[in-house]
């Protein structure tokens, strides 16, 4: 018995992730949950240049696996306990700047009691939460309570290994209002700089990979000639 292969198609899994997701540009001072651990440059230029995100390989297999831990969030927080929303949309004034975030998943229990859940994947080897993660979890926290009626009473990390499909859920603390406060003081900083045209003068980034995947890097080099 022999197999005879009629037809074959390539299919661009790449178009068909950045159709079912929006990488809009940015609308004026609007800030991201997502990147409030980014190089504040990074983020001035992301409104002074906006530009639709287009998807890597990389960042598609990360969706991917975003998507199929919402699938069964409902096997790790049982319906009978918890009531469970995925991709949740939030975004709040915050002086002149919108600021934006699409949270993984919230569990609702106890009627206005919300766990905020964080889906992370990493191609590396061993479990491990990265300081980086804060910020967007701040956010986070902070657009739940200033723009829902639920209060935060828990907030999980489900950090997920590409390579085994290992998960792990961390539960982590509930952020401070200096944490709070650290991160509005970063979005004032970036509009002041915007406004007064000295996003030259802004710190540059934290991490040696910032720089290597920035899609403004260009920009960045010209601010300084």
Not at 72 to 92: C, F, G, H, M, R
Not at 131 to 143: D, G, K, N, R, S
Not at 197 to 220: A, F, I, M
Request: aromatic share 8%; with cysteine.
């Amino acid at each position: 018995m022999t197999m005879t292969v009629q037809s074959e198609d390539d299919i661009d899994i790449l178009s068909i992730l950045q159709a079912r997701r929006e990488f809009r540009p940015k609308r004026g001072l609007e800030f991201y949950a997502s990147e409030m651990a980014f190089c504040h440059r990074k983020i001035a230029l992301s409104i002074l240049y906006p530009r639709e995100t287009t998807l890597t390989a990389r960042m598609a297999l990360g969706v991917m696996m975003h998507e199929m831990l919402e699938a069964i969030l409902d096997e790790i927080y049982p319906i009978d306990t918890y009531y469970i929303e995925t991709e949740v949309s939030l975004s709040a004034e915050y002086g002149k700047a919108t600021v934006l975030g699409r949270i993984d998943g919230i569990a609702l229990c106890d009627h206005d009691q919300a766990i905020i859940i964080e889906v992370k994947s990493t191609g590396r080897r061993e479990h491990g939460l990265r300081e980086w993660y804060w910020p967007q979890i701040v956010t986070y926290y902070w657009l739940v309570q200033k723009t829902t009626p639920w209060r935060v009473k828990e907030i999980h990390i489900l950090h997920l290994l590409q390579r085994s499909l290992a998960l792990r859920r961390y539960r982590v603390s509930i952020p401070s209002e200096d944490d709070v406060q650290r991160v509005l003081r970063k979005i004032d900083t970036i509009v002041e700089a915007i406004e007064k045209n000295s996003v030259h003068e802004l710190p540059g980034p934290q991490y040696d990979w910032e720089c290597e995947k920035c899609e403004w890097r260009e920009e960045c080099q010209n601010l300084t000639k």
